[in-house]
């Protein structure tokens, strides 16, 4: 006997509705929404790793430089103007800078010792960065002195008049010199950081610091220097770009260190001054606007920041690297930037 299908019998298959496929679509966003921390915080685990690894390599040359050189690298090598009565007068510093160069800085000391040799061959050191026979060697990025967490450009500038329309004498931004970015600066001490600051100088008196930290210039710091011990002592810290560009070369000659938005635009919440670009390779630990900790909402340009949720990486000068939190106690925080302050620190207080 002939059997007849109907077209309703070929089409009798089961399918979603528009409702139904609207409640899957649902659970799927909000399974999404609930993943997606969850996959950004892993991201920045892994970032803040690598981070943590690169001080520790760093922290590493710089221990291996100084068992060869007995004694750890300079901040920065530079000689001084000898006709500055005082080198720390604000107003000579905005005519001329006193330091004449070359101003490598301690980054470019501990190549061979990063293995990167042939870099460091590539750098006459009787020359500034600025000299185009030292393009191969300042305008060369290293991983080793970037954070992931802080994306940014490979090669930023250094200002050539102090980057302040408020400064009478700003001369528009111009730039004298482009050198390869970083993320880590030496720690120099307490309060704002001038040339010819000592060690016997009264902190934050003018433009008066205290380069009572392990790194300024022509540094000669030894173990033995760092009276505080080296557990307890700041030696490198993070700085990110969206605060102020940081570079390992070099201090460049007559440069000078503003806001990172002059040159990327929009706006920020920093209340930094213009400052002569050894901030670029080195910084304290701030005593004007109160005692600045990591990430302060009043940071200067010179000051430690990093993109990590709620602190910074530093390395100690005993080559371990500690997360320091943004609620760090101001007295502890000044108290990790000194080598023989001889303050008392118990080891829960960072």
């Known amino acids: 006997m002939r059997r007849h299908y109907s077209r309703r019998d070929d089409c009798d298959t089961s399918g979603f509705t ?7 679509i649902s659970i799927i966003s909000v399974l999404i929404a609930l993943l997606l921390p969850a996959v950004q915080a892993a991201r920045e685990a892994a970032r803040r790793a690598t981070c943590v690894n690169n001080l ?25 103007l000898p006709n500055i009565a005082n080198p720390c007068n604000q107003d000579a510093e905005n005519q001329v800078s006193i330091d004449r ?52 450009p490979q090669v930023v500038p250094v200002l050539s008049d102090p980057p302040d329309p408020n400064n009478p004498g700003f ?30 100088d009264v902190p934050n008196q003018g433009a008066i610091g205290r380069h009572s930290g392990m790194f300024y ?11 505080d011990g080296t557990s307890q002592t700041f030696a490198i810290g993070e700085r990110s770009h969206n605060l102020s560009y940081v570079t390992w070369t070099a201090r460049s000659v007559n440069g000078w260190l503003g806001k990172t938005s ?6 920020d919440k920093f209340n930094p001054s213009p400052e002569e670009c050894w901030t670029q390779v080195l910084g304290p630990v701030g005593l004007e606007d109160g005692l600045r900790t990591p990430n302060d909402p009043e940071a200067h340009v010179e000051d430690y920041w990093s993109r990590h949720p709620g602190g910074v990486n530093f ?7 500690h997360f320091v939190k943004s609620q760090i106690n101001p007295l502890v925080y000044r108290a990790l930037a000194t080598c023989a302050g001889g303050e008392v620190i118990s080891a829960d207080s960072y």
């Open 101 to 152: 160069g070359p101003g490598w800085a301690w980054g470019s000391m501990i190549l061979p010792q990063l293995e990167q040799q042939p870099l460091f061959n590539a750098a006459n050191f009787d020359l500034s960065v600025a000299f185009k026979a030292n393009d191969t060697a300042s305008l060369t990025p290293l991983s080793v002195f970037l954070c992931p967490s802080d994306g940014g």
């Open 56 to 80: 520790k390599q760093i922290g590493l040359a710089l221990h291996n430089y100084e068992s060869a050189q007995g004694m750890f690298p300079p901040g920065y090598v530079s000689i001084v």
């Open 262 to 267: 002059f040159f990327e635009g929009g706006t």
């Open 18 to 24: 528009l409702i139904e496929l609207l409640v899957v």
């Open 171 to 200: 001369a528009g931004i111009t730039v004298v010199d482009t050198v390869a970015r970083g993320n880590y600066v030496g720690m120099w001490g307490l309060g704002e950081i001038c040339a010819n600051s000592g060690s016997n």
């Open 217 to 227: 210039r022509n540094s000669r710091t030894k173990i033995s220097d760092i009276q």
């Open 315 to 321: 390395l100690f000068a005993d080559g371990s690297v």
